[in-house]
């Protein structure tokens, strides 16, 4: 799954053209690696998200397609 998706579906990014437009901007790193939003997220994958001040990294825990609100926070794991 591309990542502007995952982030977009994992719900660590509210809206998949904000993920794309961080992506673009260097704001997303994946295993300590400035990423795309064409990368192609897999299991075990560390991300790390910094928009403004604010800093999250994240392991992924599984990639689903779809997946219900209340699911969403099981598809990652904090570091």
């Known amino acids: 799954m591309r990542l502007d998706k995952y982030l977009k579906v994992s ?3 509210k809206r998949r053209t904000v993920a794309n437009e961080a992506c673009d901007a260097g704001k997303i ?3 300590d690696k400035i990423a795309r939003a064409s990368y192609d997220v897999k299991v075990g994958d560390v991300i790390e998200i910094t928009l403004g001040a604010r800093s999250v990294k994240v392991r992924v825990t599984e990639v689903k397609e779809v997946v219900r609100k209340e699911d969403a926070s ?3 794991e904090p570091v």
Do not use: C, D, P, T
């Open 11 to 13: 719900r660590l990014i």
């Open 29 to 31: 790193s994946v295993n």
């Open 74 to 76: 099981a598809m990652y």
